[in-house]
T-cell receptor
Framework: AQSVTQPDIHITVSEGASLELRCNYS??????LFWYVQSPGQGLQLLLKYFSGDTLVQGIKGFEAEFKRSQSSFNLRKPSVHWSDAAEYFC????????????FGTGTRLKVLA | ETGVTQSPTHLIKTRGQQVTLRCSSQ?????VSWYQQALGQGPQFIFQYYREEENGRGNFPPRFSGLQFPNYSSELNVNALELDDSALYLCASSSEGSHSGYTFGSGTRLTIV
């Protein structure tokens, strides 16, 4: 079955520290992968996406993610976190057979300590 | 280009009532999808509309229905509201055949009391 797992429900880091949010997916075909960020009460903003090619993708706000097919992972990273990065982060895989839709993970809530 | 706009932003209804949520898709996008995001959860796919017809549905009962209009805007209707319908409802638009991803609206927060 198709699924996305984000093993960390909450993560707390200090401002200026590095960040890695984990994402594992289960999908039989070539995955199209996404990371979104959601501030409280808001919709979803696209951080970055992977379709093919270079497995290290750059996104907005200084985020990057690395696709590792052998590990079925698409982890999100940032070298130095800013207080404004506090939000909830969602990983998603696009289902491209039949109706195009996303399967989302349950999200990781990031708290940033000053 | 304009993004995806949803209305209203917040809504309170009582059990058993009916509700209609609205979405205007991003310019140039012809496909609209609706997602339900319960508190503390990731969004769940409800259904998708293309060319004014539903062309895919998630695991939601028939009391969840929708419409798409010729200008690609869309409505989500929910009948016989239940307490568990309380959630953030997200509309997302895209171009059919494109895998560049969705553009999401800011959502409608629906509270059932």
């Amino acid at each position: 079955a198709q699924s996305v797992t984000q093993p960390d429900i909450h993560i707390t880091v200090s401002e200026g520290a590095s960040l890695e949010l984990r994402c594992n997916y289960s999908y039989g075909a070539t995955p199209y992968l996404f990371w979104y960020v959601q501030s409280p009460g808001q919709g979803l903003q696209l951080l970055l996406k992977y379709f093919s090619g270079d497995t290290l993708v750059q996104g907005i706000k200084g985020f990057e993610a690395e696709f590792k097919r052998s590990q079925s992972s698409f982890n999100l990273r940032k070298p130095s976190v800013h207080w404004s990065d506090a939000a909830e982060y969602f990983c998603a895989v696009a289902i491209t057979s039949g109706t195009y839709k996303y399967i989302f993970g349950t999200g990781t809530r990031l708290k940033v300590l000053a | 280009e304009t993004g995806v706009t949803q209305s209203p932003t917040h809504l309170i209804k009582t059990r058993g009532q009916q509700v209609t949520l609205r979405c205007s898709s991003q310019s140039g996008h012809n496909t609209v999808s609706w997602y339900q995001q319960a508190l503390g959860q990731g969004p769940q796919f409800i259904f998708q509309y293309y060319r004014e017809e539903e062309n895919g549905r998630g695991n939601f009962p028939p009391r969840f229905s929708g419409l798409q209009f010729p200008n690609y805007s869309s409505e989500l209707n929910v009948n016989a509201l239940e307490l568990d319908d309380s959630a953030l409802y997200l509309c997302a638009s895209s171009s059919e055949g494109s895998h560049s991803g969705y553009t999401f609206g800011s959502g409608t927060r629906l509270t059932i009391v």
